[in-house]
Protein backbone atom coordinates (compact mmCIF):
# COMPACT_ATOMS: atom_id res chain seq x y z
CA UNK A 1 0.00 0.00 0.00
CA UNK A 2 1.95 3.31 -0.99
CA UNK A 3 0.61 6.22 -0.13
CA UNK A 4 1.23 9.47 -1.34
CA UNK A 5 1.54 11.42 1.66
CA UNK A 6 1.62 15.21 1.74
CA UNK A 7 1.48 17.12 5.20
CA UNK A 8 0.81 20.50 5.52
CA UNK A 9 -0.81 20.83 9.38
CA UNK A 10 1.78 19.26 11.43
CA UNK A 11 4.72 20.45 8.89
CA UNK A 12 3.14 24.33 8.36
CA UNK A 13 2.14 25.01 12.41
CA UNK A 14 3.83 24.73 15.51
CA UNK A 15 4.23 22.02 17.55
CA UNK A 16 3.98 21.72 21.11
CA UNK A 17 7.80 20.85 22.27
CA UNK A 18 6.28 18.98 25.13
CA UNK A 19 6.35 15.21 24.24
CA UNK A 20 4.72 14.14 27.23
CA UNK A 21 1.35 11.76 26.13
CA UNK A 22 -0.17 12.75 29.27
CA UNK A 23 -3.80 15.21 30.10
CA UNK A 24 -2.30 18.68 30.30
CA UNK A 25 -2.65 22.44 29.19
CA UNK A 26 -1.18 22.69 25.97
CA UNK A 27 0.22 26.29 24.70
CA UNK A 28 1.82 28.25 21.53
CA UNK A 29 1.20 25.14 19.55
CA UNK A 30 -1.35 24.01 17.05
CA UNK A 31 -1.09 20.27 17.80
CA UNK A 32 0.74 17.67 20.15
CA UNK A 33 2.79 14.75 18.47
CA UNK A 34 1.33 11.14 20.07
CA UNK A 35 1.41 7.60 18.79
CA UNK A 36 -1.37 5.41 18.67
CA UNK A 37 -1.93 2.77 21.21
CA UNK A 38 -1.55 -0.33 19.93
CA UNK A 39 -4.63 -2.41 20.32
CA UNK A 40 -4.46 -5.56 21.86
CA UNK A 41 -5.81 -7.62 18.31
CA UNK A 42 -7.06 -5.49 15.89
CA UNK A 43 -9.25 -6.67 13.18
CA UNK A 44 -10.71 -4.45 10.03
CA UNK A 45 -14.87 -5.26 10.47
CA UNK A 46 -16.27 -2.72 7.55
CA UNK A 47 -14.41 -0.79 4.47
CA UNK A 48 -16.17 1.97 3.02
CA UNK A 49 -14.44 1.04 -0.75
CA UNK A 50 -16.34 3.83 -2.68
CA UNK A 51 -14.14 6.25 -0.14
CA UNK A 52 -11.52 4.14 0.03
CA UNK A 53 -11.22 4.68 -3.87
CA UNK A 54 -12.02 8.15 -3.58
CA UNK A 55 -8.23 8.56 -1.98
CA UNK A 56 -6.74 6.39 -4.31
CA UNK A 57 -6.61 3.04 -2.50
CA UNK A 58 -7.25 -0.33 -4.51
CA UNK A 59 -9.14 -3.51 -3.70
CA UNK A 60 -5.63 -5.10 -2.77
CA UNK A 61 -4.91 -2.05 -0.28
CA UNK A 62 -8.06 -2.58 1.86
CA UNK A 63 -7.48 -5.59 2.04
CA UNK A 64 -4.20 -5.78 2.78
CA UNK A 65 -2.71 -6.64 6.41
CA UNK A 66 -0.79 -3.58 6.14
CA UNK A 67 -4.00 -1.66 6.13
CA UNK A 68 -5.47 -3.15 9.22
CA UNK A 69 -2.43 -2.10 11.08
CA UNK A 70 -1.97 1.48 10.30
CA UNK A 71 -6.02 2.74 10.46
CA UNK A 72 -6.04 0.74 13.90
CA UNK A 73 -2.88 2.37 14.91
CA UNK A 74 -1.16 -1.13 15.41
CA UNK A 75 1.70 0.57 13.11
CA UNK A 76 2.53 3.87 12.49
CA UNK A 77 3.06 4.75 8.05
CA UNK A 78 6.75 5.19 7.42
CA UNK A 79 7.53 8.83 7.65
CA UNK A 80 4.59 10.25 9.29
CA UNK A 81 4.17 11.85 11.98
CA UNK A 82 0.56 11.30 13.90
CA UNK A 83 -0.53 14.21 16.24
CA UNK A 84 -3.43 15.50 18.08
CA UNK A 85 -5.19 19.28 17.51
CA UNK A 86 -5.61 21.48 20.53
CA UNK A 87 -9.26 23.42 20.58
CA UNK A 88 -11.58 24.54 23.12
CA UNK A 89 -15.04 25.35 22.80
CA UNK A 90 -18.11 26.86 24.23
CA UNK A 91 -20.20 23.68 25.61
CA UNK A 92 -23.94 23.91 25.89
CA UNK A 93 -23.58 27.27 25.76
CA UNK A 94 -20.30 27.63 28.14
CA UNK A 95 -17.00 28.57 27.70
CA UNK A 96 -15.01 25.32 28.78
CA UNK A 97 -11.39 26.04 27.91
CA UNK A 98 -9.25 23.91 26.28
CA UNK A 99 -10.63 20.47 24.64
CA UNK A 100 -8.73 19.24 22.01
CA UNK A 101 -8.72 16.26 20.57
CA UNK A 102 -8.97 13.62 23.50
CA UNK A 103 -9.68 10.25 21.46
CA UNK A 104 -8.59 11.25 17.84
CA UNK A 105 -5.52 11.02 16.39
CA UNK A 106 -4.30 12.30 12.88
CA UNK A 107 -2.05 9.88 11.23
CA UNK A 108 -1.11 12.32 8.20
CA UNK A 109 -2.24 14.05 4.80
CA UNK A 110 -2.65 12.48 1.60
CA UNK A 111 -3.09 14.18 -1.95
CA UNK A 112 -5.08 12.06 -4.51
CA UNK A 113 -6.48 13.33 -7.85
CA UNK A 114 -5.30 17.00 -6.69
CA UNK A 115 -7.39 16.48 -3.43
CA UNK A 116 -6.10 16.77 -0.16
CA UNK A 117 -7.35 14.46 2.79
CA UNK A 118 -6.76 14.31 6.19
CA UNK A 119 -6.88 10.91 8.21
CA UNK A 120 -7.44 10.82 11.71
CA UNK A 121 -8.26 7.48 13.87
CA UNK A 122 -11.20 8.24 16.65
CA UNK A 123 -10.66 6.10 19.50
CA UNK A 124 -6.82 5.18 19.28
CA UNK A 125 -5.78 6.02 22.95
CA UNK A 126 -5.02 8.86 25.13
CA UNK A 127 -3.50 12.04 24.47
CA UNK A 128 -2.66 15.42 26.12
CA UNK A 129 -6.39 16.53 25.27
CA UNK A 130 -7.65 13.37 26.96
CA UNK A 131 -8.23 15.52 30.54
CA UNK A 132 -9.89 12.40 32.72
CA UNK A 133 -11.21 10.14 30.14
CA UNK A 134 -9.39 7.34 28.16
CA UNK A 135 -9.09 8.22 24.55
CA UNK A 136 -11.05 5.14 23.37
CA UNK A 137 -14.30 4.40 21.87
CA UNK A 138 -17.14 1.66 21.80
CA UNK A 139 -18.12 -0.48 19.14
CA UNK A 140 -21.63 0.82 19.28
CA UNK A 141 -20.74 4.52 18.91
CA UNK A 142 -17.68 3.81 16.10
CA UNK A 143 -20.56 1.72 13.97
CA UNK A 144 -22.84 5.09 14.00
CA UNK A 145 -20.36 6.93 13.22
CA UNK A 146 -19.10 4.85 10.37
CA UNK A 147 -22.60 4.58 8.64
CA UNK A 148 -23.51 7.98 9.41
CA UNK A 149 -21.00 9.62 7.96
CA UNK A 150 -21.43 7.64 4.83
CA UNK A 151 -25.08 7.98 4.85
CA UNK A 152 -24.59 11.30 5.10
CA UNK A 153 -22.39 11.98 2.35
CA UNK A 154 -24.71 10.32 -0.15
CA UNK A 155 -27.46 12.32 0.99
CA UNK A 156 -25.71 15.22 -0.46
CA UNK A 157 -24.79 16.32 2.82
CA UNK A 158 -21.54 18.14 3.48
CA UNK A 159 -19.56 15.78 5.94
CA UNK A 160 -16.37 13.96 7.05
CA UNK A 161 -16.16 10.18 6.04
CA UNK A 162 -15.53 7.29 7.62
CA UNK A 163 -13.01 4.90 5.63
CA UNK A 164 -12.98 1.88 7.95
CA UNK A 165 -14.33 0.63 11.30
CA UNK A 166 -12.31 -1.97 13.13
CA UNK A 167 -12.50 -3.91 15.97
CA UNK A 168 -9.42 -3.16 19.01
CA UNK A 169 -9.56 -6.33 20.64
CA UNK A 170 -9.80 -4.45 23.75
CA UNK A 171 -11.93 -4.13 26.14
CA UNK A 172 -13.65 -0.34 27.20
CA UNK A 173 -15.53 0.33 30.44
CA UNK A 174 -19.03 2.38 29.80
CA UNK A 175 -21.60 3.61 31.73
CA UNK A 176 -23.69 4.24 29.01
CA UNK A 177 -26.84 6.27 30.63
CA UNK A 178 -24.66 8.13 33.22
CA UNK A 179 -26.53 5.73 36.36
CA UNK A 180 -23.40 4.30 37.99
CA UNK A 181 -24.03 0.82 36.00
CA UNK A 182 -20.17 0.67 34.13
CA UNK A 183 -20.30 -2.08 31.94
CA UNK A 184 -17.09 -3.42 29.42
CA UNK A 185 -17.95 -3.21 26.05
CA UNK A 186 -16.03 -3.83 22.56
CA UNK A 187 -13.64 -1.03 22.09
CA UNK A 188 -13.38 0.13 18.47
CA UNK A 189 -11.72 2.45 16.24
CA UNK A 190 -13.04 4.29 13.14
CA UNK A 191 -10.63 6.45 10.64
CA UNK A 192 -12.11 9.45 9.45
CA UNK A 193 -11.59 11.41 6.17
CA UNK A 194 -12.44 15.15 5.52
CA UNK A 195 -10.16 17.99 3.97
CA UNK A 196 -9.00 18.44 7.39
CA UNK A 197 -10.78 18.46 10.70
CA UNK A 198 -10.07 22.30 11.78
CA UNK A 199 -13.63 23.28 14.01
CA UNK A 200 -14.66 26.45 15.26
CA UNK A 201 -13.11 25.69 18.99
CA UNK A 202 -9.02 25.54 16.99
CA UNK A 203 -9.70 29.46 16.44
CA UNK A 204 -11.06 30.07 19.75
CA UNK A 205 -8.73 28.26 22.18
CA UNK A 206 -6.37 30.84 20.97
CA UNK A 207 -8.12 33.89 21.60
CA UNK A 208 -9.55 32.88 24.81
CA UNK A 209 -5.52 33.01 25.55
CA UNK A 210 -4.68 36.10 23.76
CA UNK A 211 -2.05 34.55 21.73
CA UNK A 212 -3.00 36.19 18.81
CA UNK A 213 0.26 35.15 16.93
CA UNK A 214 -0.92 31.45 16.83
CA UNK A 215 -4.54 32.74 15.88
CA UNK A 216 -3.06 34.26 12.20
CA UNK A 217 -1.01 31.67 12.00
CA UNK A 218 -3.83 28.94 11.98
CA UNK A 219 -6.06 31.39 10.05
CA UNK A 220 -3.38 32.09 6.92
CA UNK A 221 -3.01 27.60 6.86
CA UNK A 222 -6.65 27.44 6.48
CA UNK A 223 -7.08 30.29 3.98
CA UNK A 224 -4.18 29.33 2.24
CA UNK A 225 -5.10 25.14 1.96
CA UNK A 226 -9.19 25.15 1.98
CA UNK A 227 -10.25 29.15 1.12
CA UNK A 228 -7.79 29.21 -1.78
CA UNK A 229 -9.56 31.78 -3.83
CA UNK A 230 -8.86 34.17 -1.02
CA UNK A 231 -5.75 35.58 -1.04
CA UNK A 232 -3.64 37.45 0.98
CA UNK A 233 -3.25 38.36 4.40
CA UNK A 234 -5.97 41.49 4.68
CA UNK A 235 -8.30 42.18 7.26
CA UNK A 236 -10.79 42.72 4.32
CA UNK A 237 -9.85 38.88 3.42
CA UNK A 238 -10.43 37.62 7.18
CA UNK A 239 -14.04 38.98 6.94
CA UNK A 240 -14.31 37.18 3.42
CA UNK A 241 -12.92 34.11 5.08
CA UNK A 242 -15.26 34.59 7.91
CA UNK A 243 -18.26 35.18 5.53
CA UNK A 244 -17.27 32.02 3.44
CA UNK A 245 -17.75 29.95 6.64
CA UNK A 246 -21.57 31.66 7.64
CA UNK A 247 -21.84 30.38 3.95
CA UNK A 248 -21.06 26.89 4.83
CA UNK A 249 -22.10 26.53 7.99
CA UNK A 250 -26.01 27.64 6.70
CA UNK A 251 -26.18 25.17 3.36
CA UNK A 252 -24.85 21.88 6.10
CA UNK A 253 -27.39 23.23 8.19
CA UNK A 254 -30.10 23.68 5.36
CA UNK A 255 -29.34 20.17 4.56
CA UNK A 256 -29.66 19.04 8.05
CA UNK A 257 -33.04 20.31 8.16
CA UNK A 258 -34.20 18.76 4.55
CA UNK A 259 -33.56 15.34 5.86
CA UNK A 260 -34.23 15.87 9.22
CA UNK A 261 -30.76 14.97 10.90
CA UNK A 262 -30.28 15.90 14.77
CA UNK A 263 -26.85 16.67 15.45
CA UNK A 264 -27.32 16.65 19.18
CA UNK A 265 -24.35 18.16 20.61
CA UNK A 266 -23.72 21.24 18.93
CA UNK A 267 -21.07 22.57 20.72
CA UNK A 268 -18.27 24.95 18.71
CA UNK A 269 -15.77 22.00 19.11
CA UNK A 270 -17.93 20.48 16.79
CA UNK A 271 -18.12 22.93 14.34
CA UNK A 272 -16.22 21.95 11.49
CA UNK A 273 -14.57 25.26 9.70
CA UNK A 274 -15.65 23.90 6.56
CA UNK A 275 -19.09 23.08 6.78
CA UNK A 276 -18.67 19.41 7.09
CA UNK A 277 -21.38 17.44 9.75
CA UNK A 278 -18.56 16.45 12.47
CA UNK A 279 -18.34 14.02 15.78
CA UNK A 280 -21.28 11.69 15.23
CA UNK A 281 -22.40 11.08 18.52
CA UNK A 282 -25.65 10.95 19.75
CA UNK A 283 -27.31 12.42 16.86
CA UNK A 284 -30.72 10.97 15.82
CA UNK A 285 -33.30 11.06 12.71
CA UNK A 286 -36.83 12.59 13.27
CA UNK A 287 -39.06 9.63 12.68
CA UNK A 288 -41.94 11.33 14.26
CA UNK A 289 -41.63 15.02 12.43
CA UNK A 290 -41.31 16.99 15.76
CA UNK A 291 -39.15 20.36 16.05
CA UNK A 292 -38.63 19.82 19.89
CA UNK A 293 -36.89 15.96 19.39
CA UNK A 294 -33.51 15.54 20.63
CA UNK A 295 -31.73 12.61 20.74
CA UNK A 296 -28.92 13.54 23.67
CA UNK A 297 -30.29 12.46 26.88
CA UNK A 298 -27.65 14.91 28.17
CA UNK A 299 -29.85 17.71 26.99
CA UNK A 300 -33.10 16.20 27.74
CA UNK A 301 -33.66 18.90 30.28
CA UNK A 302 -33.20 22.35 28.09
CA UNK A 303 -33.14 20.97 25.29
CA UNK A 304 -31.01 23.21 23.64
CA UNK A 305 -29.64 20.92 20.21
CA UNK A 306 -33.33 20.16 19.36
CA UNK A 307 -34.05 19.82 15.21
CA UNK A 308 -36.04 23.03 15.29
CA UNK A 309 -33.20 24.24 17.17
CA UNK A 310 -30.12 23.71 14.86
CA UNK A 311 -30.25 26.64 12.60
CA UNK A 312 -30.50 29.17 15.92
CA UNK A 313 -27.27 27.26 17.08
CA UNK A 314 -25.35 27.54 14.26
CA UNK A 315 -25.86 31.14 14.15
CA UNK A 316 -25.13 30.82 17.94
CA UNK A 317 -21.79 29.05 17.37
CA UNK A 318 -21.09 31.38 14.08
CA UNK A 319 -21.03 34.42 16.41
CA UNK A 320 -18.63 32.54 18.99
CA UNK A 321 -15.96 32.18 15.80
CA UNK A 322 -17.04 36.15 15.13
CA UNK A 323 -15.93 36.91 18.51
CA UNK A 324 -12.40 34.53 17.95
CA UNK A 325 -11.21 36.17 15.02
CA UNK A 326 -12.07 39.34 15.84
CA UNK A 327 -8.38 40.00 17.20
CA UNK A 328 -7.43 39.74 12.91
CA UNK A 329 -9.88 42.61 12.09
CA UNK A 330 -10.53 44.92 15.16
CA UNK A 331 -13.44 45.92 13.67
CA UNK A 332 -16.77 44.37 14.75
CA UNK A 333 -18.83 45.51 11.70
CA UNK A 334 -18.25 43.56 9.17
CA UNK A 335 -18.76 40.70 11.64
CA UNK A 336 -22.51 41.79 13.23
CA UNK A 337 -23.22 42.38 8.99
CA UNK A 338 -22.21 38.76 7.88
CA UNK A 339 -24.44 37.58 11.20
CA UNK A 340 -27.72 39.40 9.89
CA UNK A 341 -27.03 38.17 6.72
CA UNK A 342 -27.00 34.56 8.29
CA UNK A 343 -30.66 35.60 9.40
CA UNK A 344 -31.74 36.59 6.22
CA UNK A 345 -30.29 33.97 3.51
CA UNK A 346 -31.44 31.11 6.44
CA UNK A 347 -35.25 32.47 5.88
CA UNK A 348 -34.78 32.39 2.27
CA UNK A 349 -33.00 29.26 1.19
CA UNK A 350 -35.16 26.81 4.19
CA UNK A 351 -37.95 28.19 1.77
CA UNK A 352 -36.23 26.84 -1.04
CA UNK A 353 -35.41 23.89 -0.04
CA UNK A 354 -39.36 23.23 1.64
CA UNK A 355 -39.95 24.43 -1.98
CA UNK A 356 -38.12 21.93 -3.62
CA UNK A 357 -39.52 18.96 -0.96
CA UNK A 358 -42.86 19.92 -1.94
CA UNK A 359 -42.26 20.19 -5.65
CA UNK A 360 -43.12 23.96 -6.90
CA UNK A 361 -40.45 24.75 -9.30
CA UNK A 362 -40.70 28.25 -8.02
CA UNK A 363 -41.45 29.99 -4.96
CA UNK A 364 -42.60 33.53 -3.92
CA UNK A 365 -43.47 34.60 -0.54
CA UNK A 366 -47.46 33.84 -1.37
CA UNK A 367 -46.08 30.52 -0.38
CA UNK A 368 -44.97 30.52 3.26
CA UNK A 369 -48.34 29.88 4.74
CA UNK A 370 -48.41 26.69 3.26
CA UNK A 371 -44.62 25.62 4.56
CA UNK A 372 -45.85 27.40 7.75
CA UNK A 373 -48.94 25.20 7.96
CA UNK A 374 -47.43 22.20 7.23
CA UNK A 375 -44.89 22.39 9.77
CA UNK A 376 -48.31 22.55 11.88
CA UNK A 377 -50.12 19.84 10.49
CA UNK A 378 -47.46 17.48 10.47
CA UNK A 379 -46.97 17.78 14.20
CA UNK A 380 -50.66 17.29 14.96
CA UNK A 381 -50.55 13.43 15.33
CA UNK A 382 -47.25 11.30 14.71
CA UNK A 383 -46.70 11.91 11.30
CA UNK A 384 -42.93 9.88 9.78
CA UNK A 385 -41.17 13.02 8.11
CA UNK A 386 -39.37 10.65 5.80
CA UNK A 387 -42.29 8.44 4.56
CA UNK A 388 -44.24 11.91 4.45
CA UNK A 389 -42.19 13.38 1.97
CA UNK A 390 -41.12 10.72 0.05
CA UNK A 391 -45.37 9.70 -0.67
CA UNK A 392 -45.98 13.02 -1.69
CA UNK A 393 -44.20 12.11 -4.99
CA UNK A 394 -47.09 10.18 -5.70
CA UNK A 395 -49.63 12.93 -5.58
CA UNK A 396 -52.01 14.05 -8.57
CA UNK A 397 -52.43 17.72 -9.52
CA UNK A 398 -56.40 16.34 -9.75
CA UNK A 399 -56.29 14.28 -5.93
CA UNK A 400 -58.98 15.32 -3.96
CA UNK A 401 -57.87 15.53 -0.63
CA UNK A 402 -59.10 12.42 0.98
CA UNK A 403 -57.13 10.68 -1.89
CA UNK A 404 -53.92 11.80 -1.20
CA UNK A 405 -54.67 11.03 2.42
CA UNK A 406 -54.72 7.28 0.91
CA UNK A 407 -51.93 7.69 -0.98
CA UNK A 408 -49.70 9.13 2.62
CA UNK A 409 -51.44 6.78 4.91
CA UNK A 410 -48.01 5.04 6.07
CA UNK A 411 -46.35 8.06 7.42
CA UNK A 412 -48.58 8.27 10.37
CA UNK A 413 -48.42 6.54 13.43
CA UNK A 414 -51.92 6.50 14.73
CA UNK A 415 -54.06 6.28 11.81
CA UNK A 416 -56.74 6.13 14.16
CA UNK A 417 -56.01 9.96 15.77
CA UNK A 418 -56.60 11.43 11.86
CA UNK A 419 -60.02 12.51 13.40
CA UNK A 420 -62.39 15.19 13.93
CA UNK A 421 -60.43 18.56 13.87
CA UNK A 422 -57.55 16.82 13.13
CA UNK A 423 -58.49 15.24 10.18
CA UNK A 424 -59.86 18.93 9.35
CA UNK A 425 -56.96 20.32 9.38
CA UNK A 426 -54.95 17.85 6.91
CA UNK A 427 -57.76 18.26 4.27
CA UNK A 428 -57.13 21.79 4.83
CA UNK A 429 -53.43 22.02 4.22
CA UNK A 430 -53.82 19.12 1.46
CA UNK A 431 -56.68 21.27 -0.28
CA UNK A 432 -53.79 24.56 -0.13
CA UNK A 433 -51.77 22.06 -1.03
CA UNK A 434 -53.54 20.71 -4.30
CA UNK A 435 -54.43 24.21 -5.07
CA UNK A 436 -50.76 25.34 -5.22
CA UNK A 437 -50.06 22.02 -7.42
CA UNK A 438 -52.34 23.30 -9.66
CA UNK A 439 -50.41 26.35 -10.88
CA UNK A 440 -47.32 24.13 -11.66
CA UNK A 441 -46.89 23.93 -14.80
CA UNK A 442 -44.07 20.66 -14.70
CA UNK A 443 -46.53 17.40 -14.91
CA UNK A 444 -47.05 14.81 -12.15
CA UNK A 445 -44.30 12.66 -13.22
CA UNK A 446 -41.43 15.59 -13.47
CA UNK A 447 -42.56 16.99 -10.22
CA UNK A 448 -42.24 13.48 -9.07
CA UNK A 449 -38.25 13.23 -10.55
CA UNK A 450 -37.39 15.87 -9.04
CA UNK A 451 -39.05 15.44 -5.43
CA UNK A 452 -37.42 11.81 -5.19
CA UNK A 453 -33.93 13.79 -5.47
CA UNK A 454 -34.55 15.77 -2.38
CA UNK A 455 -37.03 13.26 -0.11
CA UNK A 456 -34.59 10.81 0.71
CA UNK A 457 -36.08 7.34 0.68
CA UNK A 458 -34.01 5.49 3.13
CA UNK A 459 -32.32 7.04 6.36
CA UNK A 460 -30.40 5.64 8.53
CA UNK A 461 -33.42 5.48 11.46
CA UNK A 462 -32.03 5.10 14.80
CA UNK A 463 -33.31 1.79 15.29
CA UNK A 464 -31.77 0.57 12.00
CA UNK A 465 -28.49 1.48 13.60
CA UNK A 466 -29.31 -0.39 16.96
CA UNK A 467 -30.06 -3.44 15.04
CA UNK A 468 -26.59 -3.65 13.34
CA UNK A 469 -24.66 -2.83 16.45
CA UNK A 470 -26.99 -5.74 18.06
CA UNK A 471 -25.77 -7.92 15.64
CA UNK A 472 -21.77 -7.36 15.21
CA UNK A 473 -21.96 -7.30 19.39
CA UNK A 474 -22.32 -11.07 18.67
CA UNK A 475 -19.91 -10.75 15.56
CA UNK A 476 -22.35 -10.67 13.10
CA UNK A 477 -21.09 -7.64 11.46
CA UNK A 478 -23.89 -8.45 7.82
CA UNK A 479 -26.31 -6.00 9.10
CA UNK A 480 -23.03 -2.95 8.96
CA UNK A 481 -23.11 -4.25 5.26
CA UNK A 482 -26.47 -4.23 4.48
CA UNK A 483 -27.11 -1.25 5.50
CA UNK A 484 -24.35 0.66 4.05
CA UNK A 485 -25.25 -0.97 0.77
CA UNK A 486 -28.66 0.52 0.99
CA UNK A 487 -27.79 4.26 2.33
CA UNK A 488 -25.35 4.55 -0.65
CA UNK A 489 -28.47 5.19 -2.57
CA UNK A 490 -30.72 6.60 -0.62
CA UNK A 491 -33.22 8.19 -2.89
CA UNK A 492 -33.06 5.30 -5.59
CA UNK A 493 -36.43 3.04 -5.29
CA UNK A 494 -34.60 -0.47 -4.18
CA UNK A 495 -37.52 -2.73 -4.17
CA UNK A 496 -35.35 -5.48 -2.76
CA UNK A 497 -35.24 -3.25 0.96
CA UNK A 498 -38.53 -2.33 1.31
CA UNK A 499 -38.84 -3.31 4.51
CA UNK A 500 -36.51 -0.18 5.76
CA UNK A 501 -39.01 2.34 4.08
CA UNK A 502 -40.59 1.67 7.19
CA UNK A 503 -42.05 3.46 10.37
CA UNK A 504 -39.79 2.99 13.36
CA UNK A 505 -40.78 0.24 14.65
CA UNK A 506 -42.91 0.27 18.61
CA UNK A 507 -40.27 -2.22 20.29
CA UNK A 508 -37.63 0.96 19.26
CA UNK A 509 -39.95 3.98 20.65
CA UNK A 510 -38.02 4.18 24.36
CA UNK A 511 -35.18 1.63 23.35
CA UNK A 512 -31.93 2.80 25.12
CA UNK A 513 -29.70 3.38 21.33
CA UNK A 514 -32.82 4.18 19.41
CA UNK A 515 -34.55 7.12 21.11
CA UNK A 516 -32.04 7.83 24.11
CA UNK A 517 -28.55 8.28 23.79
CA UNK A 518 -25.70 9.99 25.62
CA UNK A 519 -22.55 11.59 24.94
CA UNK A 520 -20.77 8.35 27.11
CA UNK A 521 -19.03 6.93 23.32
P1 LIG B 1 -17.57 15.40 22.20
O1 LIG B 1 -18.69 16.09 22.89
O2 LIG B 1 -17.75 13.92 22.02
O3 LIG B 1 -17.23 16.05 20.91
O4 LIG B 1 -16.28 15.51 23.14
C1 LIG B 1 -15.91 16.66 23.83
C2 LIG B 1 -14.48 16.57 24.28
O5 LIG B 1 -14.27 15.40 25.09
C3 LIG B 1 -13.46 16.48 23.16
O6 LIG B 1 -12.31 17.17 23.56
C4 LIG B 1 -13.20 15.00 23.07
O7 LIG B 1 -11.95 14.72 22.51
C5 LIG B 1 -13.25 14.60 24.54
N1 LIG B 1 -13.59 13.17 24.70
C6 LIG B 1 -14.78 12.57 24.47
N2 LIG B 1 -14.71 11.26 24.75
C7 LIG B 1 -13.44 11.01 25.15
C8 LIG B 1 -12.73 9.85 25.57
N3 LIG B 1 -13.31 8.65 25.63
N4 LIG B 1 -11.44 9.99 25.89
C9 LIG B 1 -10.83 11.18 25.83
N5 LIG B 1 -11.43 12.31 25.47
C10 LIG B 1 -12.73 12.24 25.12
MG1 LIG C 1 -16.13 16.58 19.63
Not at 9 to 14: A, H, R
Not at 78 to 94: A, D, L, V
Not at 223 to 251: C, D, S
Request: glycine share 6%; charged share 25%; with cysteine.
Amino acid sequence: MQLNIADTFNVELPADKNKNNSPRQVFDACYSFVTPKVPGDAKVIHVSPELAKTIGLKKEDWESQKFANIFSGTEVYEGTNPFSMCYGGHQFGHWAGQLGDGRAINLFEIKNKNKRWALQLKGAGETPYSRTADGLAVLRSSIREHLCSEAMHHLGVPTTRSLSLSLSGDQVMRDMLYDGNPEYEKGAIVCRVAPSFIRFGNFQIFTSRGDFTRLKELTDYTIKHFFPKIKGQTKENYIAFFNEVVTRTLEMIVHWQRVGFVHGVMNTDNLSILGLTIDFGPYGWLEGYDNEWTPNTTDRQHKRYRFGNQPSIALWNLYQLANALYPLVEDPKPFEDALERYKAAYGIKSSFMMGSKLGLEEISDDDLPLFKSLEEVLSLTETDMTIFFRLLAGVEKTDTPEAILKKINKAFYLPNELEGSVLEQWKDWLKMYSARLQKEERSDTKRAIEMNKVNPKYVLRNYMAQLAIDAADKGDYSIIEELYQLLKEPYAEQVEAERWFAKRPEWARNKVGCSMLSCSS
